[in-house]
């Protein structure tokens, strides 16, 4: 039963609640004593809050495969990182697992699999997504930067010369000469979680990258999948159309026969020929159907095509599943990477509105410095040469004319659209996954009865032929039912691809075999 409610967008909690749910959940960096105890008075609020707001959350029951329904995916039940905190490790994969345990493994087919391998292997657009990750987790570094000191060397040599007729008596100044070697250091001390609340936001974004790849994955794995599906269906078809032209071939030459000897007219011959040539006019159109499949597998999987011969030389089919039971609970969508990655981008805009909302407490820096100066080299390490500077400094802007008000607002809507964006691929998710159980049900009713319609199609050919041996009937009887089986037979065909490609959907609008879960902490 396909689903049809609404959920109840949920926004108030998510504001309030989640800037802080997304600190608990997605900062876990160590942080001194003095630091913890000055921010423990920020952790209590959030807390009770956070506790508030999770025990007014109702959990839905799982749905059936027969159909998701929205009300269990209602912004009351969103995933359990906003809901709650949990403590235990999370694993965020960035290869394939085992085929073992990948979604094409259950159609039975190595020849699938093999090509599915090579894509994750060799295809440009994933290699580009990895780089991605590589240049989000090398952001998240710069971001951690943000903990420790700034420190920097100085040296110099400095001569200067005061002008002569600057104060009377004017005469002649002596230039003047002198070296220095010194270290500067500068450093904000994370009292109030500037940093570690950017340090969230970058984990986000390198969670997203992630997840982009693991889409991408999908994407191009269900492409494959369905190429390879059709490639299969045009040579069955091709198959099927050269099995035909062989009985057609056969068929003409007996009626040619028995029009040489004066038991039927030319007209059966004409009948004969029209049928077979026909045939014949399907075999170049699906030649060149089997061969562009080809070239898309060797796009797809980055090779070329005697490697996509090889794979495929071995005559495997996929097995189609007569059914899923696999019962989808409404979690089971939210492990797609387009709701994952949605997820994520929530979490760097509540990121960036606790930096927006940090603006309003003091910074402390420390800044020193220490060095050595002599008007010689050899002085620089002398008695009295050494000179420094501690300088701890608090700073805290009180008035910037509404700016910080304008950024906390700015960035609360853009999370608020950020939180609508989830709902609407929530519903998405819903209706893809609804729709592709649907088809696939209705491929499945297809596929039987033309099961039936072939079976008939060729009784009707047989007994047709039979009929006219006997001189019973006309030969346009047996045209009639030549074509009809060839044009059964290929529908036939058709439909199992279709049935193929259809299971195909339902996979990815489940999300493929992969765990979406959040990287390790």
Request: proline residues 4%; glycine residues 4%.
């Amino acid at each position: 039963m396909l689903c049809s409610h609404k959920p109840d967008i949920f926004r108030h909690r998510m504001i309030d609640v989640g800037l802080f749910r997304f600190q608990d959940a997605m900062n876990n960096t160590p942080r001194s004593h003095s630091t913890i105890r000055v921010t423990r008075i920020f952790q209590v609020l959030p807390a009770v809050a956070l506790t508030m707001g999770c025990l007014s959350m109702q959990a839905e029951p799982a749905d059936s495969l027969s159909g998701v329904s929205h009300a269990a995916l209602s912004c009351d039940s969103m995933p359990a990182k906003y809901a709650a905190a949990t403590d235990e490790p999370q694993s965020f994969p960035e290869i394939p697992m085992p085929d073992s345990d990948l979604w094409w493994s259950n159609f039975n087919d190595s020849s699938l699999t093999s090509l599915i391998q090579s894509a994750v292997a060799n295809n440009y657009n994933l290699k580009g997504a990895i780089k991605r990750i590589e240049a989000s987790r090398q952001i998240l570094r710069s971001t951690y930067s943000g903990y420790y000191p700034t420190i920097g060397l100085t040296a110099g040599y400095d001569v200067s010369k005061e002008s002569g007729r600057i104060e009377k008596p004017y005469g002649s100044v002596p230039s003047t000469s002198s070296f220095s070697l010194g270290a500067t250091m500068s450093w904000e001390i994370d009292v109030f979680g500037r940093v570690a609340e950017k340090a969230k936001g970058s984990k986000a974004s390198l969670s997203a990258s992630r997840v982009e790849y693991e889409g991408m994955m999908l994407t191009i794995a269900s492409e494959v999948a369905t190429t390879y599906g059709n490639l299969r269906m045009y040579e069955q078809q091709l198959q099927v159309a050269r099995s035909h032209i062989d009985s057609q071939q056969e068929m003409l030459r007996i009626v040619e026969s028995r029009y040489a000897s004066g038991l039927v007219s030319k007209l059966d011959v004409a009948q004969a020929r029209n049928t077979l040539n026909s045939t014949l006019l399907l075999v170049p159109q699906l030649e060149s159907e089997v061969r562009d499949s080809k070239y898309a597998l060797a796009t797809l999987c980055g090779l070329d095509i005697a490697a996509i011969d090889d794979i495929i030389a071995e005559a495997t089919h996929p097995e189609i599943p007569a059914q899923f039971e696999v019962g989808i609970p409404a979690d089971l969508i939210r492990r797609r990477p387009d709701i994952v990655e949605a997820e994520q981008q929530i979490a760097v805009l509540a990121s960036q509105l606790g930096v927006a909302r940090k603006d309003w407490l003091p910074t402390l820096t420390l800044n020193a410095s220490v060095a050595t100066s002599s008007h010689d080299v050899d002085g620089l390490f002398g008695k009295h040469s050494l000179q420094y500077s501690v300088t701890p400094q608090l700073s805290w802007t009180l008035f910037d004319g509404f700016a910080r008000d304008a950024g906390i607002a700015e960035a609360k809507a853009e999370m608020e659209a950020e939180i609508d964006t989830y709902n609407m691929d929530l519903l998405t998710a819903i209706q893809e996954v609804n729709t592709a159980i649907s088809d696939y049900e209705a491929a499945q009713s297809e596929l039987k009865l033309y099961a039936d319609v072939l079976k008939d199609s060729q009784e009707l050919l047989s007994l047709a032929i039979e009929r006219y041996d006997l001189g019973l009937t006309d030969f346009s009887d047996v045209t009639s039912a030549q074509i009809s089986v060839l044009s059964q037979q290929t529908s036939y065909e058709a439909a199992s691809a279709s049935c193929f490609t259809k299971a195909i959907a339902i996979y990815k609008a489940l999300g493929g075999g992969w765990n979406y879960a959040a990287p390790d902490k």
